[in-house]
């Protein structure tokens, strides 16, 4: 497709229970993001990878959060034993280089609310 | 720390100029991004400055002063469509990919 797909684009789930996020990057896309964004706040760094390796995870907010990129391409991102603080929108955004004026561009991202 | 300092919430007249202002104090800088944001939507990237001055993009404009860890996005000829959260991010130099994100400013278009 043209631009960054996530799905589900809504995501309702109970505490405790598992969730897995979606993130399709532009083709060609080197670099992909993960970011969480709360209501009425910029996007807050999640993890990055390039290709398949994941070079940075500070973000991640506990042992709770992994996410994977095994080919490259298609990425997800997991959420074990879910709590209601991960309610938020999940930002996926990739880009074809990490220098220079190359903007990294984003999906619409997936709404989690934790009941 | 590093920190990204934006107005909260700015309200201008349709077919008017606003001016949104961006503040930093960050470790390192190469580079500076506007996005705009639709509610529910996907941040979209605007404008781009690494060089002091005024960057021009047909309504937009970008203007950075980075002795002063100041930036600026101007809106001219103002659309309803342009209510929208406008954030400021910066490229902190010594981590090439990351970025630093403003909390962004919500702009209120009124007829």
């Known amino acids: 497709g043209a631009g960054v797909s996530q799905s589900p684009r809504y995501k309702v789930a109970k505490r405790g229970q598992d969730v897995a996020l979606r993130c399709d990057p532009i083709?060609?896309?080197?670099?992909l993001f993960w970011y969480q964004q709360a209501l009425g706040q910029g996007p807050e760094f999640l993890t990055y990878?390039?290709?398949?390796?994941?070079?940075?995870k500070s973000g991640l907010p506990s042992d709770r959060f992994f996410a994977e990129r095994p080919e490259g391409s298609v990425s997800t991102l997991k959420i074990q034993r879910t709590q209601q603080e991960d309610s938020a929108v999940y930002l996926c955004a990739s880009s074809y280089a990490d220098r220079g004026n190359q903007p990294q561009h984003f999906g619409d991202g997936t709404r989690l609310s934790i009941l | 720390g590093q920190n990204i300092d934006q107005p909260t919430e700015m309200t201008a007249t349709e077919g008017a100029i606003v001016q949104i202002n961006c503040t930093y104090q960050t470790s390192g800088f190469n580079g500076l991004f506007w996005y705009q944001q639709h509610a529910g939507e996907a941040p979209t990237f605007l404008s781009y400055n690494v060089l002091d001055g005024l960057e021009e993009k047909g309504r937009f404009s970008s203007f950075l002063s980075r002795s002063k860890g100041y930036s600026y996005l101007l809106l001219k000829e103002l659309q309803m469509k342009d209510s929208a959260s406008y954030l400021c991010a910066v490229r902190v130099l010594d981590s090439n990919y990351q970025l630093i994100w403003g909390a962004g400013t919500k702009l209120i278009i009124k007829p």
């Open positions: 083709s060609g896309h080197v670099s």
């Open positions: 990878f390039q290709n398949e390796a994941q070079l940075d």
